[in-house]
């Protein structure tokens, strides 16, 4: 728990992280979800689709089939399970799976499909978000690895790297000059780029809890990145 000057303009500052919201499964009825667990196609019964595999459509009768809610995002983005990801492969990936669900070639079916398409399309939507960020993709890992920063939670950080962070909010709230702002982003930048690396060392090496730390400062960084935004937009 920080305490003093230090924890004070912190909380001026709005540089407290917060807290990770765990992501909870899209909702849906229970028809729906029995469909989900069973081999069987919804619409005609036939043989159904393989849950890991990308078969979104019955065999049968090529009916929209209701997603598979277990799957994780880095399967569902045919992705190694992995800090370290080829966001070029991660953009094609949804790309295609966008041309496959989307609601608007579903405008002509029947309800069910169009109620399918919207979930998948969401769901592709937030596994897309989620692993093109390199800070959400780290907290999405950390997660399915059973390690969550808890909302409401104060990691502790050493006195060295808090006294960073507030130099670099000082510059930025004495920055006037479009050439301030360029140097304090480059700092942002590069220090981004060093937790980045460090946090998929930590991940190689499977130290989850090094790999916690880390993804708490990139915490930091991100939220100094959108206060740079909001200075950068004209009053």
Known sequence: ???????????VWGLWPAGVRGRRPLGCNAASLAGNNSPQCWNCGGPGVPKRGDGFFCPQCRALQPPDLTRDYFSLMDCNRAFAVDTAKLQNRYQQLQRLVHPDF??????????????HATLVNDAYKTLLAPLSRGLYLLK??????AEGTDYAMDQ??????????????EAQSEAAMKEIESIVRAKH???SDNVSKAFEQDD???AKEILTKMRYFSNVE?????????L
């Open 1 to 11: 728990m920080w305490g003093g000057r230090t924890g004070a303009l912190l909380r």
């Open 106 to 119: 579903f405008s002509q079916r029947s309800q069910t499909e169009k109620d399918f398409s919207e979930k």
């Open 144 to 149: 399915l690895h059973g390690v969550e920063i």
């Open 160 to 173: 060295q790297f808090l006294m960073e962070i507030m130099e670099i909010n000082e510059k930025l709230a």
């Open 193 to 195: 780029k060093e937790l």
């Open 208 to 210: 989850f809890e090094k």
């Open 226 to 234: 959108e206060k740079i935004k909001l200075k950068k937009i004209p």
